[in-house]
């Protein structure tokens, strides 16, 4: 199977005008190509394929006027082009946008697809020889390819694809469901126990420090040498943000994972929820970035991740006797079901809520994915761009035993 260990890398200033000239080169070549492969499909109704492309490119290079595209490696050009393919193929299959054009203000990137190893403690990359590297586990497998990108904040990262080994693991564990909110940002049942887990709110936490950077940005003249200095320092707040977020639900993910076979979750809706007036919250909280997290964790060691369908009214649920009740709204976090009185915490009943019904998916289910997401006979891995039919009548759900 492959992996990817990310690495921060330490260029010296020679290494970081190769990356530069690099970074240009490569973005050059994409945003020439979709101009041209756009025109050419205005004027003649077809596109043109990467075999086209890296033909082309040859009698480019031999052109006066493009001569400075052969100071770069010639493999990492024509990676940007099967990229340029692939971000087609998925606008085709709807999996994507339209490609954009690049911009040199972002985040820059470039894939060396071979000739890479690791030696005296570095990285060694095409045409420009051994790169300070802090590694952080070693490396067995061959190396497929590396991708080198450097932040808004000139800071350079790789991303190291390797081979190695398929993890033969018989994970054993509890079956545990996870509810998301902002109050609480995890609620968690085992069948036995509830456990709640406060948000950190890190956009929050440094708003005070981000308001006072972007204020003196804006008083800095456009296009001064102090406006682009004063750029970085906003920037460095926003990856300040952006890291302490991602430690956070990376620690909170590997604690879940660790003391689980089975995690239940419920498939929200989460980019219609950012359109609403919480949207501030919803997105400083990372639920998407979570269970992401989570997905990608369980697979690597074997276990199941079971995702309930984003129609399941797993709040409105009475866990007791079944009864749901329309009249609950989002402020309200306590209530009493007028069927049985039973008292309900919000969040504490619609774990429970989640946890029979992704039993019972996983009883009924039997594709034997590690990514499950069922509602009935609709049963389809979670991502996948497959139409089905369905009928209208549906089977009566089977109640698991837990």
């Given at each position: 199977m492959l992996d990817v260990l990310k690495v921060r890398i330490y260029p010296n200033k020679g290494q970081q005008q190769a990356l530069a000239k690099s970074f240009g080169c490569s973005r050059f070549v994409f945003n020439y190509y979709l101009n041209k492969t756009n025109t050419q499909y205005e004027e003649t109704g077809k596109g043109m394929s990467y075999y086209d492309m890296a033909k082309d490119l040859t009698q480019l290079k031999k052109l006066s006027d493009y001569e400075w595209l052969t100071e770069v490696t010639a493999a990492t050009l024509q990676q940007t082009l099967k990229n340029l393919e692939s971000a087609f193929k998925n606008f085709f299959s709807k999996r994507a946008r339209f490609p954009k054009f690049k911009s040199k203000h972002r985040k820059q990137s470039i894939r060396y697809p071979e000739s890479c190893s690791i030696k005296n403690g570095g990285l060694k990359l095409p045409k420009l020889g051994i790169v300070k590297a802090n590694i952080s586990k070693s490396i067995n497998g061959k190396i497929k390819s590396v991708t080198v990108s450097q932040t808004s904040t000139d800071k350079y990262f790789a991303a190291i694809l390797f081979e190695t080994d398929d993890l033969t693991t018989n994970k054993k564990g509890k079956i545990t469901s996870i509810d998301l909110g902002l109050s609480n940002l995890v609620t968690t049942f085992d069948g036995k126990d509830f456990d709640k887990v406060d948000p950190i709110k890190p956009t929050r936490k440094y708003a005070k420090r981000l308001r006072r950077r972007q204020q003196a940005l804006s008083r800095k003249k456009k296009g001064s040498l102090n406006r682009q200095k004063q750029v970085k320092r906003v920037a460095r707040?926003?990856?300040?943000?952006?890291?302490?977020?991602?430690?956070?639900?990376?620690?909170?993910?590997?604690?879940?994972?660790?003391?689980?076979?089975?995690?239940?979750?419920?498939?929200l809706c989460i980019k219609g929820l950012a359109r609403t007036k919480l949207a501030?919250?919803?997105?400083?909280?990372?639920?998407?970035?979570?269970?992401?997290?989570?997905?990608?964790?369980?697979?690597?060691?074997?276990?199941?991740?079971?995702?309930?369908?984003?129609?399941?009214p797993s709040s409105k649920l009475c866990n007791s006797c079944k009864v749901k009740n329309n009249s609950l709204n989002l402020s309200i976090r306590e209530w009493v079901c007028p069927e049985c009185k039973t008292h309900h915490d919000r969040d504490e009943n619609a774990t429970q809520n989640l946890r029979?019904?992704?039993?019972?998916?996983?009883?009924?289910?039997?594709?034997g994915h590690t990514e499950i997401q069922a509602c009935g006979e609709t049963v389809r891995l979670n991502g996948a761009c497959i139409k089905e039919q369905v009928s209208v009548k549906?089977?009566?759900?089977?109640?698991?035993?837990?």
């Open positions: 707040v926003h990856e300040k943000i952006a890291k302490t977020r991602q430690d956070f639900l990376h620690k909170l993910s590997r604690k879940l994972v660790d003391e689980n076979q089975v995690i239940i979750a419920e498939n501030k919250s919803i997105l400083d909280a990372g639920w998407g970035m979570l269970l992401n997290f989570i997905s990608h964790k369980l697979d690597r060691e074997g276990a199941i991740f079971v995702q309930v369908d984003r129609f399941f029979e019904e992704g039993i019972r998916i996983l009883l009924t289910n039997t594709v549906q089977e009566s759900p089977v109640t698991a035993q837990a």
